[in-house]
């Protein structure tokens, strides 16, 4: 193993969003200084740094400024121009991979990767444009969701389609190029695996998560996921295996959809992930702590869940709920074993993530029950 970066070292991180915020954190705490580079003046990344570089990710003056003032760069966005990445990672240490990043943030190509892999993936049909569809004809993949291939998060870039010509006037009056349709499956459950994986191959796994979204945007995570240990392991070795292929150090996260009792991979995400928040509250050592452990060369911590728990995504709609805007009153759900997270965003915006709640304790109904409690009490403020 080559040297663990010492603190007080500069480390890099692309993108100023809360995953940024937590890593900046988690760096922190353990005594290094972090520069966040993010367009945006108002990032809460950036405002918490000891440097934000506010600039384009194209912008090659500012990105020198990166290389020369870190010693190691990860990312919390995996929509950073995979140029900018390849562009640092040959003169800095810089993880995840520009291959890997690549990969991933375009649908198809992730799609054919995990196929590749010999992964069980739901039907779809890759659309590199829309004349290319003309002739398509097979009724048997609808209902489906027409997914933007590049550039999709929090369910943007989706559109419901129940037919050809539906999907047909979707494509016809989109400005983007690529899209998968991918059928749609009858949910049983969705799960997640977060893991971290060293520069030497070894991988610290987080509990396997339960997720429930509402119109494409994760909601709930339940900790551990209420699912058989059969259907855990095969995840976790799924995770693993597509981690292992993609050479990834740092966190990662495979989103899985449980439909019929059978496992079907959706997507893969490089960085930490919405749903591995619990850890910061309910481990021994957090997602982003991994991540800073893996940038720079240290040895990853086992996990250990010290509580079970439930998060809640606090999105702008809480604030925005009586048409005019205005913040919740927290202080009126403080109480023990609530831990409410809000990341410093100043424009609150319907379905935006403005902070989450996770609730930790022994029982998971018990907990599932508090939170909805918290919801309400949020909802009728
Ligand atoms: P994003 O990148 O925005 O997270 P996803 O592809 O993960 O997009 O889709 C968001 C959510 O929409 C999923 O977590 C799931 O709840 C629902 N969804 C997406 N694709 C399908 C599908 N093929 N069948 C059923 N539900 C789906
Ligand atoms: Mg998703």
């Not at 090659?60 to 020369?68: D, G, Q, V």
Request: with cysteine; charged share 25%; aromatic share 8%.
């Amino acid at each position: 193993m080559s040297k663990v970066i010492k603190t007080p070292s500069m480390l890099g991180m692309l993108g100023g969003g809360q995953l940024g915020k937590f890593f900046v954190e988690a760096a922190h705490r353990m005594g290094y200084q972090v520069t966040v580079f993010d367009p945006d003046q108002e990032s809460p990344a950036g405002k918490i740094a000891n440097d934000h570089i506010c600039s384009s990710f194209s912008d090659k003056s500012a990105l020198e400024i990166m290389i020369n003032n870190c010693k190691a760069i990860s990312t919390e966005f995996e929509n950073i121009p995979s140029e900018t990445i390849k562009y640092l990672e040959e003169k800095v240490r810089t993880h995840p991979n520009s291959e890997a990043i690549s990969i991933v943030q375009r649908r198809i190509k992730e799609k054919e990767f995990i196929k590749g892999l010999e992964l069980p993936i739901g039907r779809y049909e890759p659309i590199k444009s829309a004349e290319l569809f003309s002739d398509f004809e097979d009724n048997k993949i609808f209902p489906a969701i027409l997914k933007q291939s590049k550039f999709g998060y929090d369910g943007k870039g989706q559109y419901h389609v129940n037919s050809v010509s539906e999907t047909k006037a979707v494509l016809n009056d989109s400005n983007e190029n690529e899209f998968v349709l991918e059928k749609k499956l009858n949910l049983d459950k969705e799960i997640s695996v977060v893991l971290s994986r060293s520069s030497d191959g070894v991988s610290k796994i987080f509990p396997v998560i339960e997720n429930q979204h509402k119109e494409g945007i994760l909601d709930l995570s339940i900790i551990p996921a209420r699912v058989n240990d059969d259907l855990k392991k095969e995840a976790v070795a799924y995770a693993l295996k597509i981690a292992n292929n993609l050479n990834y150090v740092g966190t990662i996260a495979v989103e899985f959809f449980i439909s019929n009792d059978k496992l079907y991979i959706n997507e893969v995400a490089p960085r930490p992930h919405n749903s591995g928040h619990f850890s910061l509250d309910a481990c021994n050592v957090s997602q982003f702590d991994q991540q800073v452990l893996c940038l720079t060369n240290d040895n990853l911590l086992d996990i250990i869940l010290e509580k079970n728990a439930v998060m809640l995504n606090l999105l702008g709609d809480l604030w925005l709920k009586n048409g005019e805007v205005k913040t919740p009153n927290f202080l009126e759900i403080e109480g023990p074993s609530i831990n409410i997270h809000l990341y410093g965003k100043n424009q609150p915006r319907a379905g935006r993530k403005m902070g989450h709640i996770t609730v930790v304790g022994e029982n998971t109904e018990d907990l599932i029950i508090k939170v909805e409690e918290i919801r309400s009490k949020l909802w009728e403020m």
